[in-house]
């Protein structure tokens, strides 16, 4: 069996038991933006990250703040995995994927102080796998994880696919920390540009919509704050009832279309103008580029 349905085959018990449990090991995350502390807080508040065995790197000092530990250099990240006194560890890397190279070589000269091979996981959008073994110097087995923006509420989507190195325990522990501030799947590292396109790239299509639909309803007179209050509920609601219905996204959409409605009206538009084809191309262009950018 391959490592891709390896997790779909543990049992619900032992996957509710692993995500109860603390990360036992440290954790060293390679920049401190916006989805590091996403990734933090979320798995701090799920209970499985110990904000003592939590060290970031980043060069902000703004940003020091938000971290029990935190260091601008290297080596004294290295030194503080160190003194864990533990037999693993994981580095995340949630640099710019442009910053890769300059972020992993003092990694790739301080890792190689442990007494173990650590797990490396990335998040790098358009990054392979085979790109950031390079940057590691193959001094660490490397998983490859793409979580979208909502991860800053605990609502993200993330696609986790490991390396041949990655271990069935690598695995287990990528999916309970990314479970803790969304829902996962795992997936062969062909079809990441893809998801990318889909959920990476998708937060941006539904804001679309969102800004689209505000300006409509200043046109129909609404004031800026009626606009705002009305599109963000409508969107809110619509995207809960759409998660927690067991019906289809097309079901739903009929459930509102009265014959001859108004919502018939607005929806006969859209598909005059093409709406679901030009979707669909928008994803299409944005796999396309992703695999553009990973070359």
């Known amino acids: 069996m391959n490592k891709v349905g390896r997790l779909n085959c543990t049992t619900l018990n032992a996957a509710v ?5 603390t990360i036992a090991h440290p954790i060293l995350f390679v ?16 209970g499985i990250l110990d904000p003592e065995r939590v060290g970031v ?3 902000n000092l703004d940003r020091h703040p938000l971290f ?4 601008t ?3 004294d990240a290295i030194h503080w995995l160190r003194m864990q006194d533990a037999e693993d560890a994981t580095i995340i890397l949630a640099v710019k994927p442009q910053k890769l190279e300059a972020a992993c070589a003092p990694v790739c000269e301080q890792i190689a102080q442990l007494p173990f091979k650590p797990l490396a996981i990335s998040i790098l959008a358009g990054t392979r796998i085979e790109q950031i073994e390079h940057a590691l110097d193959h001094k660490a087995r490397v998983i490859r994880v793409m979580p979208n923006t909502p991860a800053q509420i605990r609502k993200a989507m ?22 803790s501030i969304g829902k996962t799947i795992t997936v062969s590292e062909d079809l990441m540009n893809a998801f990318t396109a889909i959920a990476g790239s998708g937060p941006a299509y539904v804001f679309y919509l969102a800004e689209a639909m505000i300006e409509a309803a200043l046109q129909l007179g609404f004031d800026k704050q009626q606009a705002q209050t009305i599109v963000r509920q409508t969107v809110a609601g619509s995207a809960s009832l759409l998660d927690r219905s067991p019906e289809m996204p097309r079901q739903l959409r009929e459930q509102v279309t009265s014959k001859k409605g ?3 009206a607005a929806t006969d538009v859209l598909d005059d103008t093409g709406f679901t084809d030009a979707i669909i191309r928008a994803i299409h262009a944005a796999r396309h580029r992703g695999i553009e950018l990973g070359k």
């Open 262 to 264: 108004t919502t018939e």
């Open 68 to 71: 029990k530990n935190a260091f």
């Open 73 to 75: 250099d290297t080596a």
């Open 158 to 179: 993330s696609a986790i696919s490991p390396s041949d190195e990655a271990t069935e325990q690598d695995l287990e522990l990528a999916d309970q920390l990314f479970s």
């Open 31 to 46: 920049g401190g933006g916006n989805m590091a502390h996403a990734i933090i807080s979320g798995a701090r508040k799920a």
């Open 57 to 59: 790197i980043e060069p």
């Open 17 to 21: 038991q692993s995500f109860m449990q």
